[in-house]
């Protein structure tokens, strides 16, 4: 009776038992989330499909396969095209597989070593103009400690330039009311320091008055902003702060505690601020990263221009 020779296993069945251990290192040895796991595996599988209806093995794939992959991506190809921010997520996926079968030294090369993905194109961040910027410094009306406070903080924001994590840290000692400057710690605990204008100066000034004291009755507290309990502001509840005011002032959808931050470095570049100083400022490592609210400051220009110019539109 003849023996019958085992069929190798198909190919399909080998790519998934590939992901699955993939998958298993991704979440035992790198402790990456759930939800970032599914992505992972939602993009393998259309990738396995891909090899699938075209015979080809996962181990054997090479450069050429995987850069049609992603053209056929971009594409479309008989379906909707993705964006360039998913195919980059969807080629950073193959890279961190392929790499992973090298370590298991299942391949040679990595077809993915050389491999270039299209640019993610850079999403302006949102920016008010004056005339909003006025409408949500005016939101905070009234003289109770809430209000203060709301004034303050929507001032400080946008006549320093300050992330969310740097103003909810601002601490009574970073404040110099008298010589106008104010401490700011950034990102790897580098401080520098930001000139305070006149109206955050008064700002600030009526709520050491009149809104911080009654808000933290008796607790010794060193943070600046505080919360209706007298302790430190959160991030969630700065958040909460610029959107409730953003509502009342009509600005709804358009703000975050960023968006005075952008606008404060665009309303400055407009103005004819240097753009050295502007970095220096906004605490930016890198000269290229400001350089993005040069476009902005551009735009802001040419509505300007086309809005007040007799001949602009003639």
């Known amino acids: 009776m003849a023996v019958a020779t085992p069929s190798p296993p198909r190919t399909e069945s080998r790519f998934e038992g590939l992901v699955l251990d993939f998958l298993s290192y991704l979440e035992l040895e790198r402790g990456l989330s759930r939800n970032t796991l599914d992505a992972y595996r ?7 499909e891909f090899l699938a209806g075209r015979d080809i093995d996962a181990l054997a794939a090479g450069p050429a396969d995987i850069s049609e992959f992603l053209a056929a991506l971009a594409t479309g190809e008989g379906r909707p095209a993705c964006s360039s921010s998913t195919v980059h997520r969807k080629a950073a996926c193959l890279r961190s ?12 090369d990595d077809p993915t070593a050389a491999l270039s993905a299209p640019r ?10 004056y005339a909003e910027v ?34 909810i840290g601002l601490e009574l000692g970073d404040v110099d009311l008298h010589e106008g400057f104010l401490r700011a710690r950034g990102k790897g605990s580098k401080e520098r320091l930001v000139p ?11 709520y050491l008055r009149g809104g911080r004291p009654k808000l ?9 902003f505080v919360n209706f309990r007298g ?67 551009g735009e802001h220009l040419k509505d300007a221009y086309f809005k007040a110019h007799p001949r602009a539109t003639a």
């Open 196 to 206: 305070l204008g006149r109206k955050a100066i008064a700002a600030i000034s009526a």
């Open 231 to 297: 302790g430190p502001l959160s991030r969630q509840g700065l958040y909460k702060i610029v959107q409730r005011n953003a509502r009342a002032a009509g600005l709804a959808g358009q703000m975050s505690p960023h968006t005075l931050r952008h606008s404060f470095a665009t309303h400055l570049l407009a103005g004819g601020c240097d753009l050295r100083a502007v970095q220096e400022m906004l605490g930016h490592a890198d000269i290229a990263t400001t350089q993005m609210y040069t476009h902005l400051s």
């Open 42 to 48: 939602t993009d393998l599988h259309q990738y396995g």
């Open 120 to 129: 993610r194109a850079k999403k302006l961040p949102q920016v008010l103009n």
């Open 216 to 224: 933290i009755g008796e607790r010794h507290e060193v943070k600046l």
């Open 134 to 167: 006025q409408k949500l410094l005016a939101a905070p009306s009234g003289d109770k400690p809430a209000a203060l406070r709301d004034r303050a903080l929507l001032e400080v924001m946008y006549a320093c330039g300050l992330r969310a994590s740097e103003t």
């Open 97 to 108: 597989f392929y790499k992973q079968l090298r370590r298991d030294e299942l391949i040679g």
